[in-house]
């Protein structure tokens, strides 16, 4: 019987084009560099021309590349790279420029629950710059990182835009970037999004990793439209709770102490309870150190 023959005859000008492409990929310097980079033997060139000729086309959008906004890739921070471990391969791996980012934002991992925007995510204390600013905001800028660093509860109230969230960010991602689980919550969407899951086991699931994480912001409050059920069973059971076993809870508000308690004595029925709101008032006097922060209008550009 006559053998099978799988041998794959190429034509002349294939052969050509083959000799040709090693020797132009034995002169090129981006491959040298990435054989040199991840240990991969010359030889590859002499056994693999065209693999490597493909990821030197879909490595070519990173050549020259200085950011990861201007990333031509179609996987934003992501490149193909040559690996060899016995055998020739393309791995998917993140750039410099995107490592660097999940750097940034690893402290995210340990967010139970986060509203933060995506402006905030990386935000620090520590990257605060102090040239020019105001007295007063120096001020309540120190309070706050002795506070933060203390783990003392901190409400902070003032004039819309003037920084107020920006340090309770700062706090939750310092936080979080020891270690420690936290979570923010922009309070007016938060009792949005509760009440939409009442209905279902839902609400007490993320109301109970609020009442048992290290480190807690409850930004805005205030500003949503307060409902008995929102201010008896959210609400005060989240600060009795959270006082009892003396966690973190840092509060942001455009009113004063007076004006919340205000706001909090009505609810969205116009029904009156004076005793109620004074609880969580007072709830929120022993939990945290009131501040105000005044000011120019920071997402105002100057």
């Keep these: 019987m006559q053998k099978t023959d799988f041998t794959i005859h190429q034509t002349e000008k294939q052969i050509r084009d083959t000799e040709e492409l090693k020797k132009d990929l034995k002169q090129d310097e981006t491959v040298q560099k990435m054989f040199a980079a991840m240990n991969i033997p010359a030889r590859c060139i002499e056994t693999s021309p065209w693999k490597i000729a493909d990821w030197r086309r879909q490595y070519q959008p990173c050549i020259g590349c200085q950011s990861l906004s201007s990333c031509g890739q179609e996987k934003k921070g992501y490149y193909s790279a040559l690996c060899y471990d016995g055998i020739l391969q393309n791995v998917i791996t993140p750039c410099a420029y995107m490592r660097e980012s999940l750097k940034k934002e690893k402290h995210l991992e340990n967010y139970l629950v986060s509203d933060l925007p995506k402006s905030l995510k990386t935000v620090s204390f520590k990257r605060i710059l102090a040239d020019n ?63 939409s899951l009442v209905k279902s086991d839902e609400y007490q699931t993320e109301l109970k990793r609020l009442m048992y994480v290290s480190f807690l912001v409850i930004d805005d409050i205030g500003a949503e439209s307060c409902t008995e059920w929102n201010r008896d069973a959210i609400l005060m059971t989240l600060l009795n709770h959270r006082y009892e076993e003396g966690l973190t809870t840092w509060f942001t508000s455009n009113c004063d102490l007076a004006s919340l308690q205000q706001h909090f004595t009505f609810s969205s029925r116009n029904r009156e309870d004076i005793l109620k709101a004074e609880r969580i008032i007072e709830r929120i006097r022993n939990m945290a150190r009131v501040t105000a922060l005044t000011g120019r209008d920071r997402r105002i550009p100057r």
């Design 133 to 195: 600013e105001s007295r007063e905001y120096l001020s309540v800028l120190n309070e706050a990182i002795q506070a933060s660093y203390h783990s003392e509860g901190l409400y902070i109230y003032g004039t819309l835009g003037s920084g107020k969230t920006y340090l309770a960010a700062c706090a939750c991602n310092d936080h979080a970037a020891k270690g420690e689980k936290v979570a923010f919550i922009h309070y007016p969407s938060f009792t949005q999004r509760m009440a």
